[in-house]
């Protein structure tokens, strides 16, 4: 569409926008077509098919000169002005037309966008509008004149979605960030902001009463959204100051947290006491050099100490998890304004890490003998810790087990605390969480042993050399009995935790010795007859990660397997027979990694998989398990399989994998089991050369796959192997990483021979004719010709592409016209209308199913006829022929094009080669599949098709 065009159907949608009774079902085109005209849209008019930016701002003008107060448009209409004017003032510019027109006044006025009744959906622009005006100064000039900002702090209070509450709050922050310079006006717009907050008497009122009143919360989340956004924006703003001076902020807040008893109350405040707390301490910062004043650090240390003192007489443990993700995330916020240089050894975020830690410590029971990497754990931590800290972890655990708390649901909730606080965290003090959480998973493993949940002092016996342990009772067994069965929910929340650290951290024993334990742990979790669905997939999904990642450090140099990893197989063997298929495809998994490991990395493992039979059991599921999902992972083991030497000569070769795998991608209903089949396919070509009476039959079947499968990965997976075919052909000709040596060894003269010019001809020459005989010339032909999956057709201008550099560089021709050629024209713009030609006909079958609709489909290609007409290789054919409701007397004629399609030679492809620019083409197809569906044009003609269709139906009913 020219953009003179484009602007004509532009006016016409505007226009009808317009109309007094102009009704739209869905405001998503209108919110499309905001997307488009803000991404054409130009600042000098229409210039490069951009949307002319006048026929915009004239019809916001004539559309605030129709419309009034008691004649608005309907909402969907509203928001989208709202939208345009907001796009169209975010230019400073742009924003002084409309100011100069008195546009955003009429607009406010005839919208009522100040009226507190007003719609959520209209506040939501109308905020969203004035976010964009903020941010240059004639935007804030308007809005500080129209005080357009107050009525954006009353929807903070009274309005009850919370978008426009979140968004509200946003304007409030940028405002008072950008007028920060002007004291008087932040002041006033803080004591609107906070008056809820201000004129709230709390010892007038019950405590249990401030929960319940929302306008107080409300104010209350309005002021930690200034605090946080403001505080950490830089060294010396002032805002967070003259915030707690016209509030009276620190002493209400912090006496309400001492005083209330409401944990739901605390949780609300929690985030303004830190900041309060950071606010002091940036006060003593030096913002030259980083330097801490001592006194501030002392005020810093002392205020910290009340808050955990204050969180753990109530027994708020989670309070003081949260406390300490927000003193990992505010500490940090402070150290990027400047480089803090603490007067203290011990670093802070090693106090935040206790807080997050300390609930999880009391599952962790020492056993009776101490184990070395516990006692490194606890020296590690004693050692990064300061003596405050070191008590308080004790008083913590001591109240923990002395109260009735449910310990496991707030652990749980403790964790996901911790993975929510990963990203502002040191490696230091994740691999402590880390490691105390290892610890944790090995109390479950130990399941039923009783004497671990016995507390043991350690004293020197009389001669000296020996140590006595003396079991001193808790108060409360934490994980006794059956833990695996009686806490799942917790040991889920440690297997999710440990693997999301390891994903993310990639630990090596050399820091964290705990990753050696992680195989055994789970090992034995996978090993208990009552584990539950979810913490066994969590358990196998881990131990995949450890066999690839944390193996003990013996096995690099040991040949043969460990007592443990035998028994890992046995286990492994065991789950694979679990009636959940979701465990039986989580174990495929980890066997896929042994097997992928045991190529080169450890390649004992292979011993492991014969000694367990699971190249013959994998065999087996792939054909006949009931899940898809399964299927389809058992053949990413078995592509992993055959490429280990010794799994296939003992085992596989004897197997017939090629069949097997041609008769799942025949056969198979699930488009994920013939796309793996596939891929075996091609890794049984690439890696053990299928004998030739297979490799008829394997390419018949990828040919068919190509061209006729209904899922487009699938046939993208059979085109790499096409390629890898291809390359395999040209490599027995003497081509190395695509090109010809000048010798080579040839193996049918069993002598070195001179490759000049001629012969290299003759290579390529009989590589094609052989691609021809099999198909695969065709094929390539007719899936770069298809229009519904692009990346079909990528895959196989890429192969197209690779043979054109190989004839460009080894000179080879398109040859003269012969009998057996079809005459081509040449053009480069249109060449499916070529491929046509050579066959892949264009005609359509019309076939009428039983609601008499009709359904246009391509006719098949006269070899792949023959394929679905064969008894032999029926069923990939007749899957076709189902899904298009075709019948065997519906099948297509074998005409002149439709038998060419089948039989291109070599002539015919390398003329179609030279003939097209395959890189113009798959451009040219590429962005129409992008954007067709949503383009700027389809937009405008399905806003005034949809309007005409509205109007007829309203004809006919009246």
Request: aromatic share 8%.
């Amino acid at each position: 569409m020219s953009s003179v065009n484009k602007n004509d159907k532009l006016k016409e949608v505007l226009g009808l926008l317009l109309l007094p009774d102009y009704s739209i079902a869905s405001t998503t085109c209108l919110d499309i077509l905001l997307s488009h005209i803000e991404n054409k849209i130009s600042s000098r008019g229409c210039t490069g098919g951009d949307v002319d930016k006048s026929i915009l701002q004239k019809w916001v003008s004539k559309a605030m000169d129709t419309w009034t107060v008691e004649k608005k448009p309907y909402q969907a209409v509203m928001i989208f002005t709202i939208k345009l004017v907001r796009i169209l003032g975010r230019d400073e510019v742009d924003f002084l037309y409309w100011y100069h027109k008195d546009i955003l006044n009429k607009l406010c006025t005839v919208f009522a966008l100040k009226d507190s009744h007003v719609h959520s959906s209209v506040k939501m622009a109308y905020t969203k509008m004035l976010l964009e005006f903020v941010n240059h100064t004639s935007g804030r000039q308007w809005i500080i004149e129209t005080e357009a900002w107050i009525e954006q702090a009353k929807f903070c209070h009274s309005n009850r979605m919370l978008y426009v509450t979140r968004e509200s709050q946003k304007f409030i922050c940028k405002l008072l960030m950008f007028e920060s310079g002007n004291t008087v006006f932040c002041g006033r717009v803080i004591s609107v902001a906070a008056e809820p907050f201000i004129r709230n008497n709390f010892s007038l009122q019950p405590r249990q009463n401030l929960e319940e009143n929302e306008a107080f919360l409300s104010a209350i989340d309005v002021l930690t959204a200034i605090m946080e956004n403001t505080l950490f924006l830089s060294i010396d703003n002032a805002i967070p100051r003259l915030l707690d001076s016209v509030t009276n902020l620190e002493s209400r807040i912090m006496g309400l947290f001492e005083s209330c008893t409401s944990i739901k109350f605390h949780s609300h405040i929690m985030k303004l006491v830190y900041l309060l707390l950071f606010m002091r301490l940036k006060d003593g910062i030096n913002g030259s050099n980083g330097v801490v004043d001592p006194k501030a650090w002392e005020v810093f240390g002392v205020t910290l100490q009340f808050i955990d003192s204050v969180l753990l007489a109530k027994k708020h443990i989670l309070g003081m998890a949260n406390g300490g993700k927000l003193l990992l995330t505010y500490w940090k916020k402070v150290n990027r304004l400047c480089d803090i240089k603490m007067p203290s050894n011990y670093q802070i975020e090693n106090h935040g890490v206790v807080l997050l830690m300390g609930l999880l410590d009391v599952f962790v029971c020492v056993p009776e003998i101490p184990e070395d990497e516990f006692e490194i754990f606890l020296y590690k931590f004693f050692s990064v810790t300061s003596t405050y800290t070191q008590r308080f972890c004790y008083m913590l655990r001591d109240t923990l087990l002395r109260e009735e708390l449910p310990k496991e649901l707030m652990a749980k909730t403790s964790i996901q605390i911790i993975l929510d606080t990963l990203d502002v965290m040191d490696r230091e003090g994740v691999a402590i969480l880390f490691q105390l959480m290892s610890h944790l998973l090995k109390q479950y493993a130990s399941a039923g042993n009783n004497e671990a949940s016995c507390r043991y002092n350690f004293t020197t016996s009389k001669y000296g050399n020996e140590v006595e342990y003396h079991k001193v009772p808790r108060w409360k067994v934490i994980l006794n009995g059956d833990p695996i069965v009686k806490f799942p929910e917790l040991l889920s929340a440690v297997l999710h935790a440990l693997a999301t650290i390891l994903r993310k951290y990639k630990f090596k024993w050399q820091e964290c010795l705990e990753t050696i334990t992680i195989l055994p742990s789970v090992q034995a979790i996978l090993n208990h007859p009552n584990a539950g669905l979810k913490v066994c997939i969590q358990a196998l999904s881990l131990c995949r990660m450890g066999i690839e990642n944390f193996m003990a450090p013996n096995l690099v140099l040991l040949m043969k397997l460990d007592r443990q990893t035998d028994e890992m197989g046995l286990v492994l063997c065991k789950r694979l027979h679990d009636a959940e298929w979701q465990i039986r495809e989580s174990v495929l998994q980890v066997i896929n990694t042994i097997a992928r490991i045991a190529e080169d990395k450890y390649p004992a493992f292979q011993d492991l998989l014969l000694a367990n039979r699971f190249p013959e059991l994998i065999v087996d599921i792939a054909a006949t398990d009931e899940v898809g999902y399964v299927r389809a992972t058992a053949l990413k083991c078995l592509s992993n399989f055959v490429r280990l030497h010794k799994i296939w000569t003992d085992k596989l070769y004897h197997l017939d994998l090629p069949n097997v795998a041609v008769n799942l991608i025949t056969n198979e209903m699930e488009a994920i089991v013939r796309r793996e089949a596939v891929i075996l396919v091609k890794e049984l070509f690439v890696y053990r050369k299928c004998l030739e009476s297979t490799l008829d039959k394997i390419t018949n079947v990828m040919s068919a796959t190509a061209i006729l499968d209904l899922n487009w990965e699938v046939r993208v997976k059979a085109l790499d192997f096409w390629s890898q075919f291809i390359k395999s052909r040209l490599s027995d000709q003497g081509m190395l990483d695509g090109t010809f040596p000048t010798y080579t060894f040839s193996k049918e003269h069993r002598r070195i021979v001179s490759l000049d010019e001629d012969e290299i001809k003759k290579r390529i020459i009989k590589v094609l004719d052989e691609l021809a005989n099999r198909n695969c010339l065709s094929v390539l032909l007719a899936t770069l010709d298809n229009d519904s999956d692009f990346q079909v057709c990528k895959a196989s201008g890429e192969i197209v592409k690779m043979l054109k550099q190989i004839f460009v560089s080894y000179k080879i021709r398109p040859s003269c016209n012969t009998e057996n050629d079809i005459p081509l024209v040449a053009s480069d713009r249109n060449l499916n209308s070529k491929i046509l030609s050579l066959g892949k006909t264009q005609d359509r079958l019309c076939i009428r199913n039983e609601t008499r609709e009709i359904d246009h489909q391509p006719r098949i290609p006269a070899k792949i006829i023959d394929i679905v007409d064969s008894d032999e290789e029926n069923p990939l054919g007749s899957l076709y022929k189902r899904t298009l409701n075709m019948s065997i007397n519906a099948q297509p004629s074998k005409s002149k094009n439709i038998k060419y399609v089948s039989n291109v030679n070599r002539s015919q492809f390398i003329r179609m080669v030279f003939n097209y620019n395959i890189d113009a083409y798959l451009e040219e197809k590429n962005p129409w599949l992008k954007t067709h569906a949503n383009s700027f044009r389809s937009i405008i003609n399905d806003i005034i098709v949809a309007h005409q269709r509205n109007k007829v139906n309203h004809m006919e009913y009246c």
